[in-house]
């Protein structure tokens, strides 16, 4: 087993560590000054440098204009992109981009590639994700899907409710989960199309409003009325949505929890500091056992997570699937980031809780990684699964009557 990351991974990380501090967290830290938004605008001046510094879209192949990186090589260069909420967003590897640049790279024919595809990448437009569907639709469980695309002579017709589209304020284009045919299970019946966000039909109701703040490019509400789409719309063939599905998911739940170990070391970083210097009781909070505790618990989680996503990556570069790996990998960061975050405003008092600091941001943000790309219930229960069946036939000696 070789735990050496590569000399260029580490020159890479070493990189885009210093374009985030020097680049994108005096931006990070104005923003959260103020009071305002991060807009198109300036998120575009940000990119333009990361560009002339070479960082950009990590996960494309070099003659897409990406760094032709691989799943296993992006894990720390993602972390050090993560240290900032606008990190990634600067060097084009934030959610749901990115996993959609992944999606259309594997997936999208030649037309596709060349209207969707292309300008994506280049970060001249951006794209929306539109699976999940406000109750009694799809959410955890994604077979309740009740959106319907219905043939019509040679077109599709999409009618349907969702929420919860990130992106989708600034989205040029959608990709739509909708059931195709109801009369097969689900996971075969499920079909994706790729409309342009001005189609008629599409009706953008509002930007869901969420703890945290809102994030860049929202996360909306829409309506599909009568939305008509050719077949050339649809991404893959028809009834594939939910392999589509898959092969984007495992990847994506890694490097969101990459992103997000960036911002839960920066928080344990600013804690250690606080702690370091701040007095009480006669002595350092750092020099209390209870707050070495925090820091020590911080510090493990946060290195099992990392081994656990170096793993689940290279499983993944293996051609595995590797779903109770991702699972629980998911589940673990999601869990470690939230404890580290609370741990950081802990030891932080007041500052902690005070817009001062940006781990208070941080912190109410963080709750929704629990929840989205499968809640941590979700992925409990799928690995609980997977532990029964390969562990219950085991011959061991138990009085059960
Ligand atoms: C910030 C954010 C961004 C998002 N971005 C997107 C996006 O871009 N595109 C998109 O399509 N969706 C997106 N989502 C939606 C997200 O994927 C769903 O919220 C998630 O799948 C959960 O579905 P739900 O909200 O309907 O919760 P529900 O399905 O109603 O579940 C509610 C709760 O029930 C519990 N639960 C569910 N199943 C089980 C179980 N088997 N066992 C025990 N407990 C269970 C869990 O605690 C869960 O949190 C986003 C969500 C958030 C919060």
């Known amino acids: 087993m070789d735990f050496q990351i590569p000399e260029h991974v580490k020159k890479i990380a070493r990189r885009v560590r210093e374009f985030v501090d020097s ?5 990070e830290l104005e923003l959260l000054k103020s009071g305002e938004e991060l807009t198109v605008e300036r998120l575009q001046e940000l990119r333009a440098k990361a560009k002339a510094a070479g960082l950009w879209a990590p996960t494309m192949p070099k003659e897409l204009g990406g760094m032709g990186l691989s799943l296993q090589e992006i894990v720390p260069i993602f972390e050090e992109a993560g240290r900032s909420m606008i990190g990634p967003l600067a060097i084009h590897a934030s959610a749901p981009d990115e996993g959609n640049m992944h999606l259309l790279h594997m997936f999208a024919n030649e037309e596709q590639r060349e209207r969707y595809l292309a300008p994506l990448v280049r970060g001249e437009i951006f794209s929306a994700f ?3 569907e406000p109750p009694p639709g ?7 899907l009740r959106t319907t695309a219905v043939r019509d002579g040679d077109e599709w017709v999409i009618n349907g409710h969702k929420w ?8 040029s284009f959608l990709i739509i989960m909708a059931l195709t045919n109801p009369d097969v299970h689900p996971y075969q019946g499920a079909t994706m199309f790729l409309a342009p966000i001005d189609a008629p039909g599409i009706e953008i109701v509002r930007d869901v409003p969420t703890m945290g703040g809102k994030d860049f490019g929202g996360h909306v509400e829409i309506r599909y009325n009568n939305l008509r789409l050719p077949d050339s719309a649809i991404l893959g063939e028809e009834g594939q949505g939910f392999m589509l599905a898959q092969a984007r998911l495992g990847p994506a739940r890694l490097t969101h929890c990459m992103r997000w170990t960036g911002i839960a070391q920066r928080a344990l970083e600013i804690a250690t500091a606080y702690a370091s210097r701040r007095k009480a009781f006669g002595s350092r909070l750092s020099e209390h056992q209870s707050i070495q505790w925090m820091l020590a618990d911080s510090e493990m989680e946060l290195h099992a997570g990392r081994l656990m996503m170096h793993h689940a990556a290279w499983l993944l570069a293996q051609g595995e699937q590797a779903r109770d790996e991702t699972s629980m990998c998911k589940f673990f960061i999601a869990e470690t980031v939230n404890r580290v975050l609370d741990r950081a405003v802990q030891i932080c008092g007041g500052m902690g809780i005070s817009r001062d600091l940006p781990i208070s941001v941080w912190y109410e943000k963080a709750r929704a990684f629990r929840i989205y790309d499968g809640a941590s219930e979700v992925h409990r229960s799928r690995v609980a699964k997977s532990v029964v069946k390969k562990y219950a036939a085991i011959d061991v000696p138990v009085e059960t009557e």
């Open 23 to 27: 680049e994108v967290v005096p931006v």
């Open 130 to 132: 539109s699976m999940t």
């Open 138 to 144: 799809a959410g955890s469980d994604p077979k309740m």
């Open 164 to 171: 919860f589209s990130s992106n989708g304020e600034v989205a």
